[in-house]
């Protein structure tokens, strides 16, 4: 079974800093890696996604890299902000699975 | 266009009882699945449902819970003689195939079973 962990499960830093969430996976055969951010009370809204063909894909101050082989990825935040405080949630679709293994998350707190 | 909603987005329920819950993906999207977040836990997978192929069931708990997708548009979860243990938050996405498009995800129906 996939499992998905996230590190560190809870982050606070201070408005303007760039920081890295890590994810580990148990099982390198993936079909893609995800990374969600998850507002109190709300769903997720998907921020990356990237193929297991590719190593890294950047959106805005946001940077997701992908080592398959290792099982690991990281989310680079850029400068962060206030408005960035939110739990992030990374998930595997596994190579021949319809659905997304999820870790636990890490919530970030960005101080203003 | 409009995302994915959801319906209701509270139900608090008396052990027992049975419920519904709805989810409207987004148009086109061909693929819709539901998930579950417990309190403490991640999100764990339910059921997906791809065009009109039988749905992949693999993650349903137990034989309480089902679902089914009418026209290939609209979910119906059901679960049926609710326990307290089913209380969480439950989340239905959507996406263009099951191919390599992302999942886009509802706001949730928070279930509390008393």
């Known amino acids: 079974k996939q499992e998905v962990t996230q590190i560190p499960a809870a982050l606070s830093v201070p408005e303007g800093e760039n920081l890295v969430l890590n994810c580990s996976f148990t099982?390198?055969?993936?079909?893609?890696l995800q990374w969600f951010r998850q507002d109190p009370g709300k769903g997720l809204t998907s921020l990356l996604l990237?193929?297991?063909?590719?190593r890294e894909q950047t959106s805005g101050r946001l940077n997701a890299s992908l080592d398959k082989s290792s099982g690991r990825s990281t989310l680079y935040i850029a400068a962060s902000q206030p408005g960035d405080s939110a739990t992030y949630l990374c998930a595997v679709r596994k190579s021949g699975a319809n659905n997304l293994f999820f870790g636990t998350g890490t919530r970030l707190t960005v101080i203003p | 266009g409009a995302g994915v909603s959801q319906s209701p987005s509270n139900k608090v329920t008396e052990k027992g009882k049975d419920v519904e819950l709805r989810c409207d993906p987004i148009?086109?999207?061909?693929?819709l699945y539901w998930y579950r977040q417990s309190l403490g836990q991640g999100l764990e997978f339910l059921i997906y449902?791809?065009?009109?192929?039988?749905?992949?069931k693999s993650g349903l708990p137990s034989d309480r819970f089902s679902a089914e997708r009418t026209g290939g548009s609209v979910s119906t979860l059901t679960i049926q003689r609710t326990q307290q243990e089913d209380s969480a938050v439950y989340l239905c996405a959507s996406s263009l195939d099951a191919g390599t498009d992302t999942q886009y995800f509802g706001p949730g129906t928070r279930l509390t079973v008393l």
């Open positions: 990237i193929q297991s063909s590719q």
């Open positions: 099982d390198s055969a993936i079909y893609n």
């Open positions: 148009s086109g999207h061909t693929a």
């Open positions: 449902f791809q065009g009109n192929s039988a749905p992949d």
